[in-house]
């Protein structure tokens, strides 16, 4: 009989306490070191410090780890400005000033995309940038109920956890939604169930703030004049059921301006738009500029949302075809597009993702194509784009690995990426968005 050796596993690391060097750091502004032979990503560690960090997971080739003590510190580390920053999860790069986060975003990215694509080194253009503090129009307010105090928490996530951090401000919203916390926080306690309302959702679209009341029992007449009496310049919206809407005053449509194209675009309280304004306005400037549009261009918008980028494109171009997986999304840009005069806009609803089915639109008469797709990024659609082989292809991301990814394919096909650009939308967030142009070689 053969008696087998079995290696005895190792005990997991979850939950220890250990001391790291940083060496450097990725993307999202991990820091990375090493630990028994495995890649060890801590957060809110930075490149030269020594740390003591809790592992929250520990895995056959890496683990991670959060920051608990820095026992020598980085000469980028900076006082958080947010006093609740040490347990909110909503900023992650609250330890690092403004210029170190962009930098340092940047550097990652970069060494994310080279090692991906094995290009040598990358075009990279003056990053987009707009106020540090007060930019964000829209945002997602979490609601708890604790039985046992009888109290309420109203704020957001604590980072990697399901705990609610009660808030009465958040420096990166905007000055005019900031009254959503201290208002939920006097009506709530008002209402006859206290666990009627899960979560509310907060939004500037101009200068009218919209409320967003999510709620798994019905509200009375009475108890939704409760949340208008305490904050009446609010417009108060109730979500009995995911996307069916009631407004408790007057139906009013949400809306925002594009100032420099001189275009006004309606949307749905749950449709999705930039939560930063003087960025959206930016990177919509710069996409036109980019891609040189002229009054003889036919030009494809893939993931197109309610015509953010194609209404402007459609003042130029020749014409203009939209494709967005969302069918309501797509009427809403037909609508736009007729709100603001525009008669060379046409629209379809498609699965991107999925192989493309023989239409109109899917024929290679297009020269200049736009995509701007979700944080899962353009896989099997730019697979597709390839064969309409359009002269250049502007890419517009929200996450790099998926952006990464994506080029590749891109470059296996013949393109080659001319320009490449950070738009800082999230600032104190390990987000940066990407705009990239590539060209048919």
């Known amino acids: ?33 090493q630990y028994d032979g495995k890649i060890a990503f801590v957060s809110a560690a930075l490149p030269g410090e020594q740390v003591r960090v809790s592992v929250t997971e520990d ?16 000469p ?14 909503g900023c992650q790069l609250q330890h690092l000033a403004p210029q170190s986060q962009r930098q340092l975003k940047q550097q990652g990215i970069d060494q994310l995309i080279r090692h991906q694509t094995g290009l040598v080194s990358l075009p990279w253009q003056p990053m987009l940038m707009a106020a540090d503090t007060g930019y964000r129009r829209r945002a997602r307010i979490s609601i708890w109920y604790d039985k046992k105090q009888r109290r309420f928490a109203v704020g957001f996530r604590r980072q990697a956890d399901k705990q609610i951090i009660g808030l009465d401000h958040c420096m990166v919203l905007s000055g005019k939604l900031t009254p959503v916390f201290n208002v939920l926080q006097q009506v709530l306690p008002q209402l006859a169930e206290p666990t009627a309302v899960t979560h509310a959702e907060v939004l500037q679209a101009d200068e009218t703030v919209f409320v967003i009341v999510r709620h798994v029992k019905a509200l009375s007449a009475e108890q939704q004049q409760l949340f208008i009496a305490a904050w009446p310049e609010a417009v108060w919206i109730g979500e009995g059921e995911p ?31 930039q939560v930063n304004a003087s960025l959206n306005q930016q990177m919509v400037t710069q996409a036109l500029d980019w891609l040189n549009i002229a009054a003889t261009d036919q030009v494809l918008d893939l993931y197109a949302g309610i015509g953010n980028f194609t209404l402007a494109i ?13 069918a309501k999304m797509v009427q809403q840009l037909a609508t736009n597009a007729k709100l603001n005069g525009l008669s060379n806009v046409t629209a379809s609803q498609a699965d991107l993702h999925l192989p493309w089915p023989k239409a109109p639109w ?80």
């Open 1 to 33: 009989m053969v008696n087998i050796y079995k290696a005895k596993p190792k005990a997991s690391l979850q939950g220890k306490a250990l001391t790291l060097t940083i060496n450097r750091s990725d993307y999202e502004v991990h820091g990375i070191s």
């Open 59 to 74: 895995k056959a080739g890496f683990i991670k780890a959060t920051t608990t003590q820095v026992l020598q510190a980085s």
């Open 76 to 89: 980028l580390r900076i006082t958080a400005p947010c006093q609740y920053a040490a347990h909110c999860g």
């Open 243 to 273: 996307g069916q809407f009631t407004y408790w005053q007057q139906v009013v449509t949400p809306q925002y301006q594009l100032p420099l194209q001189q275009l006004t675009l309606q949307f749905a309280p749950d449709d999705f738009i």
């Open 314 to 326: 459609a003042q130029r171009a020749k014409t203009v075809h939209a494709l967005e997986g969302v």
């Open 362 to 441: 899917n024929q290679p008469v297009y020269n200049k194509v736009l995509l701007d797709p979700a944080r899962a990024g353009a896989l099997g659609a730019a697979e597709q784009l390839v064969k309409l082989k359009p002269a250049q292809i502007l890419y517009v991301s929200c996450n790099a690995a998926t952006f990464a990814r994506d080029a590749k394919v891109l470059l296996q096909h013949g393109y080659q990426l001319d320009k490449i650009g950070g738009v800082d939308m999230f600032t104190y967030t390990s987000h940066l968005e990407l705009m990239a142009l590539f060209s048919k070689q």
